[in-house]
């Protein structure tokens, strides 16, 4: 009988060897691809290891160059600080310069006027003799190539190839003697943010083409040179030079300012905070407050009428210049004439201008003794403080510097209300107000103004310590009486006003102020007084 279960045992095992090698066969092709796969990322990570490597033995040499470096900067600020000797100094920086980046030769010149004056050389082991010819050699700024000019215009490191150096020196007698240069790098020397002079490497061999890192490096050794060039004999040679170029070129802006400030007072430019004409632009302005004197010759017309026209002028400047002094000691600035007007201004305190007007009416009582004129001279002198607008105005070709304000055309208009009133010195309310002592002046309120057109009403006084002893007791003596005149005059009570006014003119018959209201009294009693009357006396603009 056969055994069926031996038999089943062996198919089993045939069974189990059959699925193996089918499992096999499937998924060798799987194990394959992984294989492959991973035998690429074994090669990329072995390929990075090496980049890395390389990389960190680059920054290894770059660190080392860079210690190197920074040992070669310190070493070179001890020389500096230790030497004035910059002789010294620079064969130590160019010794490193050609021996770091393999350069043939090392320069150093100073800027002159129109020239680049060498002044020391180095080269590599003293190879080349032939430098000696050109000690103290003189390469125009400007010169054909453009070279220096281009390094001064852009302030950095440049380099130049294949330079044929008997062309660039063939004006030179030594010129065709100097080799043909493969590189040259121009390093400016900077002292006090001005270029005085260049550092200049040469190649003559092998053509070298400089990195940004590496300029930088070079900058700084021209960093090293400029203080060793602040600190050495040489730099002083020069700096004395430079220096009385400047002291005459400073005595001549001087000489021009005060020609100029003739023309623009230098109290304008420092308000507009310039420091000379040469800064003021159109447009300039400021605004302050500030007090205006105007001044102006009683009958001015009349006299020139009898003067020839080179009379007119000599009589003119010679009572300006006794007028500007006056004004310029009192703190005061004169801001322009006008035929024989004079505009000025005060910046600070008012009371300067009232002191100012009260001396220019001694002056005048002077000069009128010393001319002994058969028409004696008289001035009247108007006063206002106010806001005001200091600028320029014109165009690009022609402008000029003035005031614009109400304030400046009140003043005026209070300048001519002394011939009107037969005063000499006019002030407004605004200008009183600041006196710091009134009682230290003698004065009268005279009255009560508004400009055509404005809404605002100034009170007016004349100060009488510019007139004569004489004619300021007669007004002093009368002052009660005419200020209670006004009084009743603004009540609209014109029969007693009058009789104030009347009292006061049998003392002073040469009050015309009293003549002026009595006038107002009479043509108010006689025709009543309009609707719209407030008591003030309007001021016409023209």
Not at 262 to 289: A, C, H, M, S, Y
Not at 398 to 403: A, D, I, L, N
Not at 448 to 470: D, M, Q, R
Request: with cysteine.
């Amino acid at each position: 009988m056969k055994d069926d279960s031996k038999y089943n045992l062996f198919q089993k095992e045939d069974d189990i060897l059959k699925n193996a090698k089918s499992f096999t066969s499937n998924n060798v092709e799987v194990w394959q691809s992984e294989f492959k796969k991973l035998s690429n990322e074994y090669r990329a990570l072995l390929k990075q290891s090496k980049t890395i490597v390389r990389i960190s033995d680059n920054l290894e040499n770059r660190l080392n160059r860079t210690l190197n470096d920074l040992n070669n900067i310190n070493e070179i600020s001890k020389q500096i600080s230790l030497s004035l000797d910059f002789d010294t100094v620079f064969q130590s920086i160019a010794k490193y310069l050609t021996e770091s980046y393999q350069f043939s030769i090392c320069l150093f010149g100073i800027l002159s006027k129109d020239f680049l004056k060498i002044e020391k050389s180095y080269s590599v082991g003293n190879k080349w003799k032939f430098l000696a010819k050109y000690s103290s050699y003189e390469y125009p700024i400007q010169d054909n190539r453009g070279l220096i000019e281009e390094s001064i215009n852009k302030n950095q490191v440049i380099e130049f190839y294949d330079l044929k150096m008997s062309e660039v020196l063939s004006q030179y007698k030594n010129g065709k003697d100097f080799p043909d240069v493969k590189t040259v790098a121009l390093i400016p020397i900077n002292v006090n943010k001005k270029i005085i002079g260049f550092i200049v490497l040469m190649s003559i061999e092998k053509k070298i083409k400089l990195k940004v890192k590496e300029k930088k490096g070079i900058e700084q050794f021209a960093n090293h040179i400029a203080v060793a060039v602040k600190n050495s004999k040489l730099f002083e040679i020069e700096e004395k030079k430079r220096l009385l170029i400047i002291e005459k070129h400073n005595k001549i802006l001087k000489v021009l300012n005060k020609a100029y400030s003739r023309f623009v007072p230098k109290e304008f430019l420092q308000f507009l905070g310039k420091r000379n004409i040469n800064e003021i632009k159109l447009g300039d302005q400021i605004e302050k407050r500030m007090t205006i004197l105007f001044s102006d010759i009683r009958s001015f017309a009349t006299l020139s009428e009898n003067m020839t026209p080179q009379d007119n002028f000599n009589f003119l400047n010679t009572y300006l210049k006794r007028m500007g002094p006056i004004i310029r000691n009192g703190n005061g600035f004169i801001d322009k004439y006008i035929g024989d007007a004079i505009m000025a201004i005060f910046p600070e305190n008012p009371e300067n201008a009232i002191k100012v007007a009260i001396n220019m009416q001694k002056e005048i009582e002077r000069y009128n003794k010393e001319e002994d004129a058969l028409d004696p001279l008289s001035i009247g002198i108007g006063i206002h403080t106010g806001n005001l607008m200091l600028g320029t105005i014109g165009e690009e070709e022609r402008m000029e510097t003035t005031v614009i304000s109400d304030s400046v055309n009140l003043a005026s208009r209070i300048e001519a209300l002394t011939k009107m009133y037969g005063a000499s010195i006019l002030i407004s309310e605004s200008s009183f107000i600041h006196i710091e002592d009134p009682a230290s002046y003698k004065y009268r309120f005279l009255d009560i103004v508004k400009v055509k057109g404005k809404n605002n009403h100034v009170s007016i006084f004349e100060i009488l310590n510019g007139l004569t002893a004489e004619e300021q007791d007669l007004k002093m003596n009368t002052k009660d009486d005419f200020e209670m005149g006004i009084i009743n005059f603004r009540s609209k009570k014109f029969e007693e006003a009058k009789k104030l006014f009347i009292k006061v003119s049998d003392v002073n018959q040469k009050d015309k102020a009293v003549e002026i209201y009595l006038k107002r009294c009479n043509f108010f009693i006689e025709y009543g007084v309009p609707d719209d009357w407030d008591g003030s006396f309007i001021l016409n603009t023209t």
